[in-house]
């Protein structure tokens, strides 16, 4: 792990190392029975007390196996999407500069997601560690999909109000298949206020279905390396076509 | 390589200690090796003695905000029952005198204020008193966050008094109390003779030493069925609740590292008290100890 720290930064090959010992000092092995608990648990946990992000995370983990396969599976089959499984970069303050980022063009996709992380006041350390996945894979799978997420909400342009929230929990359930999101882009939206709720049913809902299944598979997609790419190219590539409103 | 270790201590896991079960033993039975440190147990993991007392009080850090929210979940709110049977048992008479051991949030300081508030006893002109003690200052900021809260703060007849220690070396005079409880404490705890021996030490003669903890059933069908719950259930709901699972692994696993009933009871008689009685509650899943310095 001393060595992993020091050289992390310089050697793809050991920041696989490093994640996959982390996975394992995590791990808490669940049976059947504690693995419904929680789900039904932390559904309802997450449901009464939506700051629980914890929960979220615990409900993805325990009822995503299947969903998690088959996201390996679309990852192996492009070429961009294997590299970011045989490498396992990481996204975080010590491992995306985003000092850097905010300093780029405009428009460029580095600049976009340093500056929605500003403007909308996240971090990108908040992100908790997987705990109940004992392969390595789809436990970085899983880390992959958390870490990504903000750039997901940062590319599609959506907020992170609930609105925001919601839409894009829609697009990431129909190209993951994750349970957990399928179920936060239902359950989510029922918490809408009144005014949202109209724009939700009339504009956000069919433009979320209409990107979840036409853009390029977004969880295969290398950002760190595409940083200083212009976000218009990005979106003619992916088949984004950016909600405009009304 | 200090890094990796609090790294490795935080998320409460050791790759070299793995769990093993079956090699439970009490550290009052280790003896001291030359060139090794003093071993102990973690829950069912063995580490050294001085890691031990820091690895409990990171569990009671992360724990002290959840503690009474999860200990009403664990136990369908039954700690209540049992800790106003423990009152009762200790039926204090006014003038007493009460250091509560590992008393943290004070469920049984504030019961002890009840109890002599219902009979009445206030109205005697013998001051009472209770020192609020525990190593971890979060839980005691948690109790005295209560005690403003529900009003105990400001009951004038009995003084109430917070104090940071370590039951293994408290910093009280001799033959100063007439009266100590440790609820549900002394089995953190990483030398237990030595807590007992200084528990001895600051009663004074005729004093009453009362202890309320986890123990084990007689009957092996209902431990089994108890065992299962525990284990199952129990971190599930630490999860859910306070959103960590593995502080409550270690409190189940530290309940069977506990000495049954007639083991704990000698070791009080080894610390000098007399006359020492044990009664079980609910079936044994835990005891109430009771000895006096005679």
Known sequence: MQRCSSIRRFSSSSKKLCFREELK???????????TVLTVGSA??????PHRGDMIACLGEVTGEMSLKYMREKLLGSSEGAEIL?????????TVCFKTLSEMPERTLGRVYADFMRDNNITADSRLPVQFIADPELGYVMQRYREVHDLVHATLFMKTTMLGEVTV????GIQTKLPMCIGGGIWGAARLRPKHRQLYLKYYLPWA????????????IYFEKRWDQNIDDFHKEMNIVP???? | MALRRSVLTLIGSKKASLRVCGAKHFSTQTEPKEDDKRKTHFGFETVNEDEKTKKVHQVFETVADKYDLMNDVMSLGVHRVWKDIFMMRLAPTPGTKLLDMAGGTGDISFRYLNYLKNKDLSASDKPSSVTVCDINQHMLDVGKARAERQGYSKEPSVHME????????????DDTYSAYTVSFGIRNCTRVDKVLEEAYRVLQPGGRFLCLEFSQLPNSTMQWM??????????VMGQLIAGQWKPYKYLVESIRQFPDQEKFKSMIEEAGFRQVTYENLTFGICAIHSGFKL
């Open chain 1, 169 to 172: 929990k829609w697009v990431e």
């Open chain 1, 25 to 35: 000092n995590n791990y808490i092995p669940t049976n059947f029975l504690q693995k």
């Open chain 2, 162 to 173: 917070w104090l940071c220690a370590d039951a293994e070396r408290l910093p009280l005079a």
């Open chain 1, 86 to 94: 045989k490498e396992m970069p990481r996204i975080n303050s010590k």
């Open chain 1, 243 to 246: 909600l405009t409103k009304v």
């Open chain 1, 209 to 220: 279905i209409k990107t979840g299944n036409s853009a390029q598979f977004l969880q295969a």
């Open chain 2, 226 to 235: 108890y065992d299962q719950y525990s284990f199952q259930m129990i971190p």
């Open chain 1, 44 to 49: 309802a946990v997450a449901l009464m007390e």
